[in-house]
């Protein structure tokens, strides 16, 4: 039996921002909760083989169209965020609707952001997210790749 095949694969910080690409992914007509999980697992970097979860070993991804983005039913007022300031009466509640009017990156900010870990590293992580309300980004000295979020499982 090869010993060396059963090794677990654990990549460091430098390793793994050596293997991060530029994904561009188009959130025209997609469904908003379904476009974000797959985000979030490309931002995890949970499609790699070297997956290593105490570590930032994502890509970066470049959503376009995102003020395009669907909700089915009622969700757009129905469905109800909510946030606490930490002082007595500071429940704050917001809608989807609300947050698209502040712009649309807040929305798909706030719904990847509840995807990931709950800690320095999520927050470190959705530094790799950057959305735009259109067709157009600034970040393409990098030569992202397109991706159809489609074929993602």
Known sequence: MNTLSLKTLSLSKEAAVQQQEWLVVDASDQILGRMCTKVAKLLRGKYKPTYTPHV?????VIIINASKVKLTGNKWTNRVYVRYT???????????????????DHLIRRVVRGMLPKNRLGASILNN?????GAEHNHQAQKPKT???NTLK
């Open 86 to 104: 930490g002082y007595p009466g500071g429940q704050r509640f917001f809608t989807p609707a609300d947050l698209m009017k502040k712009g649309s």
């Open 129 to 133: 997210l950057y959305v735009y309300d």
């Open 147 to 149: 991706i159809d979020i």
């Open 56 to 60: 930032a070993c994502g890509d970066k």
